[in-house]
């Protein structure tokens, strides 16, 4: 079974960064393409960004082009989604989502259960 972890979900001011890590476990010996969702209160959960096991191919939503960036460290099982120049309407539960196949759009098959990214105004 696998499993994904998120961390570095917190309190960030307008304009400030963030990092968020997600660490998956369980059958690692399958390569996963890995994404990230997010929820904001009151919405239905969206597209943010994906990346393929290479690292060769990403996508990302329009509203987060050119300030957010996905990236992974294959060695550490783990994925990266630097988050930069914030705005409150960021603000919102981040998922980690897995997939064996990549494909945009990225459709997951798995889920973590989310860290809360709240950016202050």
């Known amino acids: 079974q696998v499993q994904l972890v998120e961390s570095g979900g917190g309190l960030v001011q307008a304009g400030g960064s963030l990092r968020l890590s997600c660490a998956i476990s369980g059958r690692t010996f399958t390569t996963y393409a890995m994404g990230w969702f997010r929820q904001a209160p009151g919405k239905e959960r969206e597209f943010v960004t994906a990346i393929s096991w290479s690292g060769d191919a990403t996508d990302y939503a329009d509203s987060v082009k050119g300030r957010f960036t996905i990236s992974r460290d294959n060695a550490k099982n783990t994925v990266y989604l630097q988050m930069n120049s914030l705005k409150p309407e960021d603000t919102a539960v981040y998922y980690c989502?897995?997939?064996?196949?990549?494909?945009?759009?990225?459709?997951?098959?798995?889920w973590g259960k989310g860290t809360l990214v709240t950016v202050s105004s």
């Open positions: 989502a897995a997939n064996v196949l990549y494909r945009q759009p990225f459709i997951p098959a798995y």
